[in-house]
């Protein structure tokens, strides 16, 4: 009797605790703070601190490439090293460098040390994120974790524009405090090979998932695409709209409200579950980038309402599939764990890409349809991906 209930404690997935899958929620959340409230961030440089719209979307796009630095160290590492380390010296980093965002205020410096910040938050999110890969049903943990991400971003669009840039700062490195006070929840090591291989037992599947490395590969490279698109897009809506003469208060509103939306996508993801991955993500692709491009023709308080508000549901709508995806892919954590990596590059070259184009002198409509055609390139990779499943299972089902 002794011996099965330990063996049943050993193989027990230790990932599923309720406590475990709260904290590493939250720690997703905190690493993807800047990343859900660019947009009020990128008004408050503009207005506090005189930045131009092209610097501040520069600077907190270097912040995105410092938590795509973070993550992709963190994927190397997640593995094999005790994970909460990695969240300590995350946080150490977002402290540190938030901490000189409030002595430092040229362009060079805020952009420098919000690389730093960014690698702090990379090493925590990515470390969320992995937990959650490590649950028995990543879906639904996931999709948890995009309930949460739609609460937060609709708190943190309220909260922000009322603070300081100090203040900003502050906010940001009481949140790094708080995951090192809550990280003992988080496993520190992966599952062993008895707990993968009774995970992989209790999954239902449609499909084999064994696949080489190079599918979640291209997979991640697809939702790097997704990123670039909803980086330029979400980092310039706000400024955009404002040109177009939208007034500030009613802009904010609408990125508020549009936050809940995110919950629609979530309960959207869940419904669709019994089309598989392929389907549901190909549709959601195709709308997200006709919603991007919707204001390259002109912002009203209208389209502006409609075009945010389906933008943030197909945002976490697309996510919990990518996500899943990889996860299917991947039970050890590690390419699970890139996916921060390659959404903070893309939300990277997303806000590069467009400042570029508005410092050009291109205006934010050429920006519109560049920011939208990157999700049609993450299609076609998908598609790729999925013409590579159905051939293969094809002639599994033709050799058997």
């Not at 959340?29 to 961030?41: E, H």
């Not at 003469?245 to 508020?256: F, K």
């Not at 590690?334 to 990596?341: D, K």
Request: net charge neutral.
């Amino acid at each position: 009797m002794t011996s099965n209930a330990n063996s049943t404690t050993e193989t027990a997935n230790h990932f599923d605790r309720w406590q475990t899958i709260a904290i590493a929620i939250f720690m997703a959340l905190v690493g993807y703070t800047v990343m859900v409230s660019v947009p009020v961030l990128t008004t408050a440089l503009v207005k506090q601190v005189g930045f131009s719209p092209e610097q501040a979307g520069r600077v907190w796009g270097a912040d995105m490439l410092g938590l795509s630095i973070g993550a992709l160290i963190a994927a190397f590492t997640v593995a094999r090293v005790n994970r909460r380390h990695l969240v300590f010296i995350g946080a150490g980093l977002m402290i540190a460098g938030n901490a000189l965002c409030m002595v430092f205020v040229e362009y060079e410096e805020i952009y420098a040390l919000r690389v730093i910040a960014g690698i702090g938050s990379g090493l925590i999110t990515a470390v969320a994120v992995a937990t959650l890969g490590g649950t028995t049903n990543p879906v639904m943990a996931y999709n948890l974790e995009l309930v949460g991400f739609s609460f937060s971003s609709a708190f943190e669009m309220r909260f922000l524009p009322t603070l300081t840039m100090d203040g900003i700062y502050l906010f940001f490195m009481g949140l790094s405090v708080a995951c090192v006070l809550l990280v003992f929840w988080i496993p520190a090591r992966p599952l062993n090979a008895e707990q993968l291989a009774l995970q992989a037992h209790k999954q239902q599947k449609d499909e084999n998932w064994h696949v080489p490395k190079i599918i979640p590969l291209i997979c991640l490279t697809a939702v790097c695409f997704t990123y670039i698109n909803i980086g330029g897009y979400f980092t310039y809506i706000e400024l955009a709209a404002m040109a177009d003469g939208i007034s500030q208060e009613w802009t904010g509103d609408v990125l508020t409200w549009g936050s809940f939306w995110a919950i629609a996508g979530c309960v959207l993801a869940l419904l669709c579950q019994r089309f598989g991955l392929f389907r549901p993500l190909f549709i959601s692709l195709i709308v997200m980038a006709g919603t991007a491009i919707m204001p390259s023709s002109g912002i009203t308080v209208y389209s502006l309402l409609i075009s945010v508000f389906v933008f943030m549901a197909l945002w976490t709508f697309v996510d919990v599939y990518q996500a899943a995806m990889v996860a299917q892919m991947d039970r050890t954590g590690s390419m699970v764990a890139l996916l921060p990596c390659v959404q903070g590059f893309g939300q990277f070259v997303g806000p590069n890409i467009a400042a570029s184009i508005i410092g050009a002198g291109m205006g934010y409509g050429v920006m519109f349809v560049v920011s939208g055609s990157m999700a049609l390139v993450a299609l076609a990779l998908y598609f790729g991906v999925f013409l590579y499943m159905h051939r293969r299972n094809s002639m599994l089902a033709e050799a058997t």
